[in-house]
Structure formats: C-alpha cells, structure tokens
C-alpha cells in the first residue's frame, strides 16, 4: 500500500483532529472509569477519530484497489459515529443505559444493514473515480440514499435526546448542556453539508471540514465533563 506525502493542508488537518479525538477521549474516561457517560464519549471520541484517520488514509493512498478498499472503510467508521453518538447522548441524559436486549439488536441492526449494503458491491458505493485536483472523486451506488437515511435518523434522534433532556435540566447542568448541544448541533450541520450532501452532489474538496468541526465539539464536550463531572 503505497502513500503520498501529506501537502495537502486538509489531508493533515484529518489525522490531527483524529489524534486529538482520541487522546480527547482517553483523557474524559481516564477521569472517571465509574461514569457510562466518560465511556461513551471514549467511544464517541474513538469512532470519530477512526472515521478521520481512515479518510485521511483513503485521500493519500496512491494504490487504486487500497483506495476502494479504504472507501468502504471510510463509510463503515462514519456509520459507527451516529450510534456512538446515541448512545453518549443517552448516558449523558440519564447517566445509565438500560435497553432491554430487544431493544438493544434494534438499535444496532440499521447499522448492520447498512455496513452490510456498504461492502456489497455497487449497492451503496462504487469506487474512487479519480482526483479533481484537491480531494479524490467518489462514485456512489444507487442505495447511497439509504446511508443517508440512515445518518440524519440517528444524529437528529440524538439531538431529540440532547433537547428534550436540556428542557427537563436546571441550573449550572442545562447551561452547561446548551454548550453541548450548540456544538453539537454546529458539527452535525457541519459534517451533513460538507461530508454528506456535498459530495453526493460531486463536490468533495471540503472533506476535511467535518472532521475539524467535530474535534472542537469533543473538545467542547469533554472540557464541560471534566470540569462540571457530568
């Protein structure tokens, strides 16, 4: 598997925030091992990191068949996010998470449906098909609509549990939760532009972008936990 150098701003700009992500992440559980919040926000932290380092992979690979396969690597790790996200969002709301095995298997099949639609060939993607000068083309699939389904269902139930338990806070914690939620809000919206509609619509260079924005709301995020143990 053969890579280039990493001239190209963006492209570092990926693998810095997908390290500090990760290290954001150890720091918040390392605080307080006890507490479901810190260790969803470790996965929150570790899924988004392993999305950014892998699409800075995908972006410097010279080896067509390394870059189809990161492809679909790229899209499974930004599959995982939404539902680490869920699940973060559901420890910070209640502090424990008590979904029932049924319940549990609904919440992760429409990640496997699409983790399974993304590695089937030409279902959801295609291939790399070729570099406009900044970032490399994609060619989707004709299910592609599906992953985006998929993504806006469960981010915006996450923002839904975020709100809904900002009006039922009080105090130094619903303020504290506004912060969240608005950087929150501000990285999905973000990310939904520049690394969702986007592309899907054969603009890819701004792919750096959703990455950058979601370290900031990490580190938004796990500052406030730290400092006000959430």
Known sequence: MQFEFMTNPGITATFIAGFVML??????????KDKKSNFFFLLLASSAAAWSITLGLFEITRSVYAANYLLTLVYITAA??????????????????SLSRTKFIFTLLPFILVSIGLIIPDFMLKNMDGYDGRAKVIAFGPWFPLFIAYILGYLFLSLGILVKRYHESAGIFKVELRYILLSTLAAILCSLVANLFLPNVGVFKFFWLGPVIIVFTLLIAGFLIIKYNF
Do not use: N, Q, W
Request: glycine share 4%.
């Open 23 to 32: 290290i954001a992440g150890v720091i918040v559980y390392a605080r307080d």
């Open 80 to 97: 995982i996010t939404p539902l680490t996200l869920l699940f973060f969002s559901l420890a910070l709301a209640t502090e424990k998470i």
